[in-house]
């Protein structure tokens, strides 16, 4: 291809903000068309890093989620609107950006990135940033990055704090930067740090990390700019304090350090401590459960019995089954409201911190009479009354 008709005249026209800067110009420009990124998560920082990653004219971009779009997205990701609430978003968000940049050709990947896809799938992208809030698929994505020499731009993101690096960069010497082992060795204890789900977020940080990811991800890319290769950026936005920090390789790395002993994808889920299915049927198996057709049974009936709600005041204002609000981190202060003498159904949004609820009561105060609602709240909502909003 001739280099005057690498572009067409709309794209020049389009791009030519980037074409008059020296650093940049006509060759950075290229070198984003014949790209491919691979992004991993629609969510909040999904959104931005997708928005200008399009708007920027990266050639090829993959999309990878297998979540759907809810109101409570809504706050934060910034690239679905309440039209697009039920939609998968890796198709919302494809069809919002082609009609931001028709000239790029976008891959969706309607599913959950796992040890026995991502070796397929990342193989076919130059480059890997990653929008999810899990440790189980920030290792999964740096061990493929490793295994396949594929750079991954990070970053993440907690209530009033983001952080962002470049892992895995490979220089033109062969040689390349530290990944998120080197940092990470060993993930945190399950349930030390919570999701943004579970510990929230400001709706504006993920613009702002999502935004800076998309950055780095073009200067990899483009080959302008020092990327942050090494060094860990920090923001705190309530004090609107920036730092970076530096980290190097650690020999001790198991899957790039001198002694290797990683050499395939493994199980993250169990890797991560987070519980298998069949610990999980265990668990329960010592918690009594009552189905949305059992409790709707229940209150037709008239039958005497006690329903608790055990999540936060703001969930409940949001959808409520009429029940008693006592939140979780409240439950065993408050157990003398709590009723000994006849059924009582607990409630949450999903089941799992009404479970945690009735084993802590059990253990302390030796209740027998506790019954927890299956699938909560949302099981509730989608079999008896889809009036409910789902939180």
């Known amino acids: 291809m001739k280099k005057d008709d690498f572009f067409s005249k709309e794209e020049l026209e389009r791009y030519s903000r980037h074409l008059i800067i020296p650093e940049f110009n006509i060759d950075g420009q290229k070198k984003l068309k014949s790209a491919k990124v691979l992004v991993v998560g629609t969510g909040g920082l999904g959104a931005p890093l997708l928005q200008y990653l399009t708007a920027a004219g990266v050639g090829t971009i993959g999309v990878v989620d297998f979540d759907v779009v809810e109101d409570s997205n809504l706050q934060r990701q910034v690239l679905f609107s309440t039209d697009d609430v039920g939609k998968p978003k890796t198709e919302a968000a494809v069809e919002r950006m082609k009609g931001l940049n028709p000239h790029i050709e976008f891959k969706i990947y309607n599913t959950q990135l796992n040890s026995s896809n991502a070796l397929d799938i990342i ?6 940033a990653d929008g999810t809030d899990n440790f189980p698929t920030r290792y999964l994505v ?18 009033f704090d983001g952080q962002l690096t470049v892992f895995n960069y490979q220089y033109e010497d062969g040689t390349t930067g530290p990944n998120y082992r080197d940092l990470y060795s060993e993930p945190p204890p399950p349930g030390l740090v919570p999701s943004c789900a579970e510990g929230g977020v400001i709706g504006v940080l993920p613009g702002i990390l999502g935004s800076l990811q998309a950055n780095e991800v073009i200067k990899v890319l483009s080959g302008v700019g020092d990327p942050l290769i090494g060094r860990m950026f920090s923001f705190d936005t309530l004090g609107f304090e920036t730092r970076i920090f530096k980290f190097k390789k650690d ?12 050499h395939e994808l493994i199980d993250y889920e169990h890797f991560c401590g987070i519980p298998q299915q069949e610990e999980e049927d265990a668990k329960q198996e010592s918690v009594k459960e009552l189905s949305a057709k059992e409790l709707k049974e229940l209150k037709e009936n008239g039958e005497d019995f006690q329903l608790i709600d055990v999540r936060e005041e703001f969930e409940y204002r949001i959808s409520n ?7 979780l981190n409240n439950v065993l202060d408050e157990a003398g409201k709590i009723a000994k003498d006849k059924k009582v159904v607990v409630h949450c949004r999903t089941g799992a911190r009404s479970g945690d ?18 699938g909560g709240i949302l099981e509730y909502a ?3 009354d889809d009036s409910l909003a789902k939180y």
């Open 357 to 374: 609820a009735i084993r802590a009561l059990k253990e302390k105060f030796g209740y027998d009479n506790l019954y927890n609602l299956k």
């Open 123 to 128: 193989k076919e992208y130059d480059i890997v």
């Open 321 to 327: 089954l009429g029940g008693e609000l006592i939140p």
């Open 142 to 159: 740096n061990d493929a990055c490793v295994l396949l020499n594929k750079p991954y731009v990070y970053a993440s993101i907690f209530r």
């Open 382 to 384: 989608d079999e008896i």
């Open 251 to 262: 020999p001790k790395n198991p899957i790039s350090g001198e002694n290797p002993t990683i």
